[in-house]
């Protein structure tokens, strides 16, 4: 199995995980979870009637990540005119958001961050230089008072 696959492998796995169904089967169950994700928005609706959210994201992978997940339950994302890239806009029920959406999106970008990390790292120090560790904090210099 591939790094890609197994990515793949583990976010399928989360997914299953917010739809509550431990029900393994490829495309069965990633069907099935995604059948009971739309039925739990849709619920969450009824009790905690849509409002508008701002969410500011930190890059625009995370952006692409946001906005696949709100796709994937049917909410269409959109910002306005002068926002910046980063912001996603959605009507969405809060109880949604706070429950599912937003640990869902956690999980996930963590995820996906981790990986990214890990393909980078593995990159640089293989075509660039092959410490990829941080640069060293120094402490600031004394600073002169001048009277």
């Known amino acids: 199995m591939t790094d890609t696959e ?6 399928r796995k989360l997914e ?55 796709r994937r339950y049917g909410v269409t994302p959109y910002r306005r005119r002068r926002q910046k890239h980063t912001t996603v806009m959605a009507e969405l029920s809060k109880r949604f958001v706070d429950e599912t959406l937003w640990p869902e999106y956690l999980q ?6 981790d990986y990214l990390e890990e393909v980078t790292d593995r990159i640089i120090s293989e075509s660039v230089f092959t410490d990829t560790s941080e640069a060293e904090t120094r402490e600031e210099p004394a600073r002169i008072s001048v009277r």
């Open 6 to 11: 197994k990515i793949i492998d583990k976010l």
């Open 108 to 113: 996930l970008s963590q995820v996906l961050d």
């Open 16 to 70: 299953a995980i917010f739809a509550g169904t431990t029900y393994e089967g490829e495309r069965t169950a990633a069907g099935i979870a995604m059948g009971k994700l739309r039925e739990r928005l849709r619920n969450f609706e009824q009790v905690d009637p849509p409002i508008t959210f701002k969410f500011t994201l930190p890059d625009m992978w995370s952006r692409k990540l946001f906005v696949a997940l709100l």
